[in-house]
């Protein structure tokens, strides 16, 4: 009984909330514009505090995992160390320091661009597979708009451009601003659905992902 | 008041009133959905890697709590509940990550309460619901250690991603494993219809309460989801024809 | 709903149990698990003498026992004719693949027989009771008592553990009404009241009840088999022992004086405790559909993977030779870009119009492993805007967006001329993501309140520097550029920052991938001149290579044209050669259905 | 090039290598370089938001207004309430206290679901209907540029409106729609079949511009990593010659 009306509690807060913040959207009214910039405000501060738990809940996880031996400790070992490192250099010689720059321009700017290349291959065996995968008339066409698209846009092997390139450039560009624009904006606009009906069930309380 | 805030607060109040309309009339006018193969395919799965004895890992993307991006995850996470108690049999219950750390909190607050619920409290791990990296592609980056370590046989992403969709993707489909993979990002969409096994395209990712029988709410709100596209197809054919009757291009 | 692995009628277990229409089907399969159970037993019976002669007993006399009704009183008679009637109810249960009325438990009462057989029925706490029939008698209520219901508090708490194949009716909630609950849990529910209402008096007809002692299958399944077994054997005369002592002695077959708690015996405490939770029945369940799964299990085939695995080595050997070739080779070269896209033009007006005594915003908001790409797609825009010297302001929602910044413009710096904190400040890190953008739309200075790499002399207030005093709004920048390799960012300036920006021209710079969705903001600013949501576009690296073959400064762009050119020729050929592959794939298995 | 430049373009080039081993397969050497991503990333991502969010949020705030001032209204509602929610927040890094900063994860729900709706209606909705609504009287369609103009137009519209339906959940109780013919065992499909279909066939074509857009771009990163591995041999090379 208590839990419910905890819950209730709760469900009433976020509902209250919202409904200043979504109101703000439509009605210029001076009190809701104020009540809404400042729960944003404790929005914005309450998403860097609990971006704080969350690492430190990756730290938990990951020296959990040192402690008890368990599969690929080692792994996180070098996790925890490159995680303290940087955060103990970061904050003492702040991230804007020489110390914090160079391990972000030796470690995670390298690292995530890698990560990037290894993306094209992904794609590429992915769409290389696909119509075997598939084998039905959408996947068919998904791959040779794909390949025409590829075709408009990449250099055209030789001195010049000739006309066939430029043709191609043009299809491309049809391709993509008319077709594409068409059936992304109904996309969007399905998703803008889907998004409205996801974010009112949750302010209706009938979703209440923050428990009871 | 502008008259684009009129127009939103119509939109808003006609959403509000089909999904309590729908809910209401949900027992007597039972909704009849169109298949979608993808979450036919997810519930034999999970099903058998509970029967396998092997981990459901659903990923809530790379999005804020507090950005428009977190619609699917949030989708996501009501979709977590109902595969938390389906998996609350198994020896390996669902593991849930995701990049956004208050996200990371919900899924752990999720998770607390379904088990409460279905009388499993014991199942519940501080360590099930977890931050696996603070930009997206590092988010991406923690991913193969999780589906190898961890014995996860069915990879459910739903949630915010980037191009980092692809890596997601291809990581468990290296592995060999199950993947569903749903966004509301466009181009993370097609990356998921290129790389993933079973991708969910537009707004089927927001679809998962209702297809995997949430509840009543969820039903109601697909409903009144297709009520309002339909409103909005009307809308915009008529629209058209009166800019078209109003004068030339 | 229907299993879709094995067609069996599956219903997801709800709060408390099955709901009402359920409980036959499950009753169903629990029952044919028994008797695949027994089945297995069965065949093993030349193994098990034992406990086959156990479930045989009942089920067909023996000889011997048929020798030994004429011996035994009438009321031990009709005992085990409840034996013998409920186990012939067993086995209509078990071909009607049913459970039994409920009223058929109820009918099994102690206080009935007790008011039919009179006081000579002991009560059965006294430790010398009498043999056989009373204990035999006794066995009745005591596991009836034993599967009391659950207290509401319990079943409150017993958990919900639908399925994920079937489908879940609403009703199945916790807290789910008594009603609602499964016939097998409302029967037990309801035991005491049905027995009350369903029991005739003392004077009901002798018999007549005592036949309808027969139970449901899916309590039949759920007993152990030897739990109602009588714990006196009616031995064969001539096994019986002969009375050797009082005044007896000399007679066969007399009742046993010796107590039955001291006879060998299966405890029926504890076995009759169906204890059964919901999850413990889903597992149950479970077990069961494992059986049916057991023969469905594909194996992986290993030649598959390999082929898989080489497919991926042959591609990713071809492209990183593809790209790597004109790095280290030279060659090949690829043509540069002859016209430039249409919306090229745009920008480069919208720079060359810029008033340099405001300064621009460069919005970076892309995260490091895209910095390969967009410093090389932007660097052309920087270079036009900094040649203008138009003062910079930049900004970050990404943690790493300021490293990055200082990464791109620093070089520049020195070429243009620009100095940190006079016509270059870094405002860094915007908190929030989307949200914080709208209050950053809203009002810059309350929600910028750190710098980045600020050099000395700038105020602890970074807004009251020289360069940022004239700042109030989003539409006091001259321009402002917004940097992003992600679709959902772009249009969360376009939609939610646009039309807050005045007269300030907005400018995406995008990556590739995302342009289709940026482009109806682009061409909705084309088309209602009044509404403007984007005013220019700069996007892929061709684009890029003509923006620097325009400002006649090569750049980034320029440098990558021809691996670039490489890989993508590499591309092309891959998925060709993929689509190749599936259709013939496709028609070949066509062709051998 | 300094020696600090050197040794990060040396340690760079590695890790570039560590992970570009990935293309053979899964190997240690490709863990150890995604646990470091994940090290680094999240330690320096930490330091950013304490060092450029919470401290100004939550600490220069309170030092600007002093003891006597956080009793001002004002201050107690962007200082003091922000401090009791984030140490409520905190409050869920333990499994024991956790369920104490529910209130504060329920305040972040509420806004993000606020404005979750807001935005997809602002943002997409209204914009997005009204820019698909757009004339197509093909009055003055005389030069060859406006009849192009106006099949882009139809295409762009068509491409909107069945893309849109082709999401329909919804479905009669019948189940499929009845075809209109069926001619040499050919169905003809309905027309909200058709339509279907054509929304699907826009969806692929969508999908396939932005998967060779990402197509692209990840090429040019490869390029990009390719290019500093040769300019890092390069730079080796001429130090030690």
């Known amino acids: 009984m208590r839990v419910l009306r905890l819950s209730a509690i709760w469900a009433a807060l976020a509902l209250g909330v919202g409904l200043f913040v979504l109101l703000g959207y439509f009605v210029d009214l001076g009190f809701i514009q104020n009540f809404r910039l400042t729960f944003l405000r404790w929005a914005v501060l309450l998403a860097a505090a609990a971006l704080v738990v969350g690492l430190a809940n990756l730290l938990g996880v990951h020296w959990r995992k040192v402690s008890l031996t368990e599969e690929g400790w080692i792994y996180s070992g070098v996790l925890i160390l490159s995680f303290t490192v940087t955060l103990v250099l970061a904050l003492v010689f702040r991230p804007d320091g020489q110390a914090a720059l160079f391990i972000f321009n030796t470690f995670q700017l390298p690292l995530e661009s890698s990560l990037m290349a290894v993306l094209a291959v992904s794609l590429l065996v992915a769409g290389f597979r696909l119509v075997n995968r598939r084998r039905d008339l959408l996947s068919l066409l998904f791959v040779g708009t794909a390949l025409m698209v590829l075709l408009g846009t990449g250099p055209a092997p030789g001195g010049a451009e000739g006309p066939v390139v430029i043709a191609l450039r043009d299809f491309r560009a049809w391709l993509s601003q008319v077709w594409a624009a068409g059936g992304a904006r109904g996309i969007l606009l399905g998703v803008a659905l889907g998004a409205t009906a996801t974010g009112l069930r949750v302010l209706l309380a009938a979703d209440r992902p923050y428990g009871s | 008041m502008t008259v684009g805030g ?157 191009v980092e969709a692809g890596l997601a993707a291809d990581f468990g489909e290296r592995a060999g494993l199950f993947v569903i993979g749903g966004s509301d990002d466009v181009q993370a969409q097609a990356l998921f219809y290129a790389v993933a096994q079973h991708p969910l395209i537009g707004e089927e990712v927001f679809a998962s309460g209702a297809y995997l029988e949430v509840g009543t709410m969820h039903t109601a709100s697909l409903r009144a989801q297709d009520f309002v596209r339909f409103g909005l197809i009307v809308l915009i054919l008529l629209g058209v024809i009166v800019r078209t009757l109003e004068g030339p291009l | 709903m229907a299993c879709r692995r094995c067609g069996e009628q599956l219903k997801p277990i709800l709060m408390g149990g099955l709901a009402d229409d359920e409980a036959d089907e499950n009753g169903d399969w629990l029952e044919r698990m028994r008797r695949e159970a027994e089945s297995l037993s069965g065949e093993d019976e030349s193994l098990e003498a034992e406990p086959a002669e156990e479930q045989e007993l009942p089920a067909a006399p023996s000889g011997s026992d048929r020798l030994a009704d004429a011996e035994i009183p009438d009321w031990l008679d009709r005992i085990r004719e409840t034996q013998t009637g409920e186990l012939r109810a067993k086995a209509a249960a078990e071909a009607a693949a049913g459970g039994a009325p409920a009223r058929d438990v109820s009918a099994i009462d102690d206080s009935a027989l007790r008011a039919r057989l009179g006081p000579s029925l002991p009560t059965g706490e006294g430790a010398a009771e009498p043999a056989g029939p009373a204990e035999s008698v006794e066995e009745l209520p005591t596991w009836l008592q034993d599967v009391s219901p659950e207290p509401e508090a319990e079943r409150k708490a017993s958990p919900w553990v639908p399925a994920l194949i079937g489908e879940a009716p609403e009703a199945a909630q916790p807290g789910r009404p008594a009603e609602d609950l499964p016939e097998w ?45 009588s714990v006196v054997q009616i031995e064969a005369e001539e096994d019986q022992s002969v009375e050797s002592v009082g005044p007896l002695a000399g007679l066969r077959g007399v009742l046993l004086a010796e107590p039955v708690v001291a006879m060998p015996r299966t405890s029926t405490v504890g076995s009759m405790q169906l204890d059964v939770t919901e999850r413990q029945y889903a597992q149950a369940e479970l077990i069961h559909k494992m059986v049916e799964e057991e023969q469905r299990e594909q194996s992986v085939s290993p030649r598959k993977g390999t082929r898989l695995a080489l497919f991926r ?131 810059p200075r309350a929600s910028i309140l750190k710098g980045f790499d600020l050099p000395e002399g700038i105020p602890d207030d970074l807004w009251n520097a020289p360069l940022l005093q004239g700042i109030q709004s989003l539409s006091d920048f001259s321009i402002v550029a917004v940097i992003t390799s992600g679709t959902e960012s772009a249009r969360i300036w376009a939609e939610q920052v646009g039309s807050r920006m005045g007269e300030t021209p907005l400018v995406m710079v995008l990556s590739a991938g995302a342009e289709p969705l940026v482009r109806p903001y682009f061409d909705f600013q084309e088309q209602r ?16 290579a003509s923006y620097e073959l325009r400002n006649a400064r090569p750049g980034l762009a320029l440098a990558r044209w021809n691996p670039f050119g490489s890989g993508m020729l590499a591309a092309e050929l891959i998925l060709l050669a993929g689509v190749g592959y599936g259709i013939v794939n496709w028609w070949l298995g066509r062709k051998t259905g | 090039m300094s020696i600090a430049d050197l040794i990060s373009s040396v340690l760079a080039s590695i890790l570039t290598v560590m992970v570009l081993s990935y293309l053979v397969g899964d190997n240690p050497l490709f863990r150890v370089a995604m646990h470091l991503l994940v090290g680094s990333a999240a330690g320096y991502a930490g330091a950013v938001a304490i060092n450029n969010v919470l401290g100004p949020g939550l600490v220069d705030p309170i030092l600007a207004a002093g003891l006597e001032g956080l009793l001002s209204p004002s201050v107690l509602v962007t200082v003091l309430v922000p401090w009791i929610l984030v140490i409520t927040l905190m409050l869920k890094v333990s499994p024991a206290t956790s369920r104490f900063g529910t209130p504060a994860m329920a305040l972040l729900v509420g806004v993000g679901a606020a404005v979750v709706v807001g935005g997809a209606i602002t943002g997409t909705l209204l914009p997005q209907s009204l820019t698909s609504m757009r004339s197509l009287n093909p009055a003055g369609v005389a030069s060859g540029e406006s009849l192009e103009r106006l099949l882009e137009l139809v295409i762009v519209l068509v491409g909107t409106l069945s893309t849109l339906f082709y999401f329909r959940f919804s479905r009669r109780a019948s189940g499929q729609e009845t075809p209109l013919a069926v001619l040499a065992g050919l169905s003809i499909p309905g027309p909200l079949s058709l339509l279907r279909s054509v929304g699907g066939a826009f969806i692929a074509i969508t999908f396939g511009v932005m998967y060779a857009g990402a197509v692209a771009a990840s090429l040019i990163v490869m390029a990009e990593r390719v290019q500093f591995l040769s300019d890092t041999l390069s730079n080796l090379l001429g130090v030690s010659g």
Request: hydrophobic share 50%.
């Open chain 2, 6 to 162: 009129l127009q939103g607060l119509v939109v808003l109040a006609v959403f509000v009133a089909l999904m309590v309309g729908f809910l209401a009339v949900n027992q007597r006018w039972p909704a009849h959905f169109r298949r979608i193969p993808a979450y036919e395919a997810l519930r034999q799965a999970i099903e058998r890697a509970v029967e396998a004895g092997e981990r459901v890992h659903v990923s809530l993307g790379t999005g804020s709590v507090i950005g428009p991006e977190s619609a699917p995850a949030l989708a996501g996470l009501a979709a977590l509940t109902r595969i938390a108690r389906a998996t609350s049999i198994s020896d390996r219950p669902v593991v849930v990550t995701t990049g956004d750390g208050a996200m990371a909190i919900l899924a752990r607050d999720s998770l607390r309460s379904t088990y409460q619920e279905v009388g499993a409290s014991e199942l519940y791990e501080p360590t099930s619901g977890r931050l696996l990296g603070a930009t997206p592609l590092s988010y991406a980056a923690g991913l193969p250690a999780v589906l190898a370590n961890e014995r996860v046989s069915v990879h459910v992403l739903s949630g915010a991603f980037g």
């Open chain 3, 185 to 229: 849990l409302g029967e037990i529910d309801t035991l005491k009241e049905s027995i009350e209402q369903e029991l005739p008096g003392p004077a009901a007809a002798p018999g007549s009840d005592l036949a309808q002692a027969t139970l449901p299958s899916w309590l039949e399944a759920m007993r152990p088999v030897e739990t109602f077994r």
């Open chain 3, 313 to 443: 080595w042959g591609i990713a050997a071809l492209v990183l030779l593809a790209v790597a070739l004109p790095v280290f080779g030279g060659s090949p070269v690829f043509a540069l870009p002859r016209l430039a896209p249409q919306e090229l033009g745009a920008l480069v007006e919208i720079v060359e119009r810029l008033p340099v005594d405001r300064p621009a915003l460069f919005v970076f908001d892309y995260e490091p492993g895209n910095s390969g790409e967009l410093d090389a797609v932007a660097g052309a825009f920087f270079d036009q805007v900094m040649a203008r010297g138009v003062p910079l302001a930049t900004l970050t929602t990404r943690p790493a967006g300021s490293a990055l910044a200082k990464g791109v413009l620093d070089d520049r710096t020195a070429r243009f001329g620009y100095v940190s904190g006079q016509s270059l400040l870094h405002l860094g890190y915007l908190s929030g993501g989307p949200t914080a953008v709208q209050l950053f739309a809203i009002s």
């Open chain 3, 529 to 544: 001149p009044g509404e403007r949501l984007v005013d220019g576009i700069l996007s892929g690296l061709p684009a890029a």
